[in-house]
Antibody, heavy 118, light 107 residues
Framework: QVQLQESGPGLVKPSETLSLTCSVS????????WSWIRQPPGKGLEWIGD???????NYNPSLKSRVTISVDTSKNQFSLKLSPVTAADTAVYYC????????????WGQGRMVTVSS | DIQMTQSPSSLSASEGDRVTITCRAS??????LAWYQQKPGKAPKSLIY???SLESGVPSKFSGSGSGTDFTLTISSLQPEDFATYYC?????????FGQGTKLEIK
């Protein structure tokens, strides 16, 4: 079955760029919508944005000026960039699959903890 | 943005109990509502989508209902593995938003 795995640095300095990649295995990325969701320590879930395999994106307005989500169909991966970061961006970052427009998240990655600190 | 408000924020119950968690949307979202279960240190897991449809592999002790602005998640016959935090999510309108969570604890 489809599995998602986040990868990228676990520590990022303030004002720099957070970069994460989600690798999709067990199925093609060239269908469905693919999302990033984050969860600060001890807090709730925040939807960051999503991308369709064609490259169409939707972002949370609260983060839109700092976020870029991209897809690489040849590698079956999609990526998140957030810049510049502050301590408030410290969180577990999840990649996720949403099987269509106006569909819920049916598959989650295990999550990647990213700490923003000098 | 659509605000999702869950109640209660925390809930104590005993094994074998039946509990209900409520989620209210700040505007109508039809049935574009999902429920997730999250255990400490783990990713959320999908339980219910389209307000009342059970995700594949999820036991029928979980059920959802509602439409428009008011939704409920009911868990019957609580077992130790059910004690976790539960979140609702609306996916009707961008940005998608989550409730603040309901922590279900053992009494």
């Amino acid at each position: 079955q489809v599995q998602l795995q986040e990868s990228g640095p676990g520590l990022v300095k303030p004002s720099e760029t957070l970069s994460l990649t989600c690798s999709v295995s067990g199925g093609s990325i060239s269908i469905y919508h693919w999302s990033w969701i984050r969860q600060p320590p001890g807090k709730g879930l925040e939807w960051i944005g999503d991308i369709y395999y064609s490259g169409t994106t939707n972002y949370n307005p609260s983060l839109k000026s700092r976020v870029t989500i991209s897809v690489d169909t040849s590698k079956n991966q999609f990526s998140l960039k957030l810049s510049p970061v502050t301590a408030a961006d410290t969180a577990v970052y999840y990649c996720a699959r949403q099987p269509g427009l106006r569909r819920h998240v049916d598959i989650w990655g295990q999550g990647r903890m990213v700490t923003v600190s000098s | 943005d659509i605000q999702m408000t869950q109640s209660p924020s925390s809930l104590s119950a005993s094994e074998g109990d039946r509990v209900t968690i409520t989620c209210r949307a700040s505007q109508g979202i039809s049935n574009y509502l999902a429920w997730y279960q999250q255990k400490p240190g783990k990713a959320p897991k999908s339980l219910i989508y389209a307000a009342s449809s059970l995700e594949s592999g999820v036991p029928s002790k979980f059920s959802g209902s509602g439409s428009g602005t008011d939704f409920t998640l009911t868990i019957s016959s609580l077992q130790p593995e059910d004690f976790a935090t539960y979140y609702c999510q609306q996916y009707d309108t961008y940005p998608q938003t989550f409730g603040q969570g309901t922590k279900l604890e053992i009494k």
